[in-house]
């Protein structure tokens, strides 16, 4: 088994058993309703809410949307394998990238496949004083919408990535500024002239 398989296999393990896994918490204890955990008070809260659409709840009251969602993850999914059967052997930062997104993309194809909605849970807010008054006042609203693991998976899968990738791209104009090195050139391997 080649490294970046099994980057590949161990993030998609643990990330897709952390998605599912607190979900199922969620859909255990936490009912419909008012019910939280407040994990830091006026920021951070556990809630349970069923997301029937995309982000935003984008295409929720479309009677299309679950064939939609469907052929978005099966496209995106193929995407990924695709891309993950390129890299090199030994590029574990991109193979970590493509299984946190990977792993996302399945969770939530999940839930929408076993009961048509994906749960979310973590609620972040403005909940008061000026950083309520001006979020309101420039985003309409004091809250971000309500995402889960999954959901931070892709989103973190995606910055690791275009890291990596803006890194790889400075290292690779640092070396053309730096011009060939004489050393790999096949025209100076031949022996050193005798003196």
Known sequence: MTPKLKVL???VTVSLALDQGSKWLVNKYLLLSDAKIV?????????????????????QDSPYRLWVFAIFTIVAVTALIQMFRT???DERLRAASTGL???GALGNAIDRTVKGSVTDFIKVF??????????????????????NVADAAIVVGVILFALEYFFQKDKAAESAEA?????????????????
């Open 9 to 11: 296999l161990a993030v």
């Open 87 to 89: 890299l090199e052997n």
């Open 179 to 195: 011009g060939p090195n004489p050393l790999s050139n096949p025209e100076n391997s031949g022996p050193a002239p005798k003196g």
């Open 126 to 147: 403005a909940g008061q004083g000026d950083a309520r008054r001006w979020c309101i006042q420039h985003f309409g609203t004091n809250v971000w919408p309500i995402w």
């Open 101 to 103: 997104i990977l792993s």
């Open 39 to 59: 994990i830091i008070k006026n920021w951070l809260e556990f809630v349970h809410a069923e997301n029937k659409g995309a982000a935003w709840s984008t295409l």
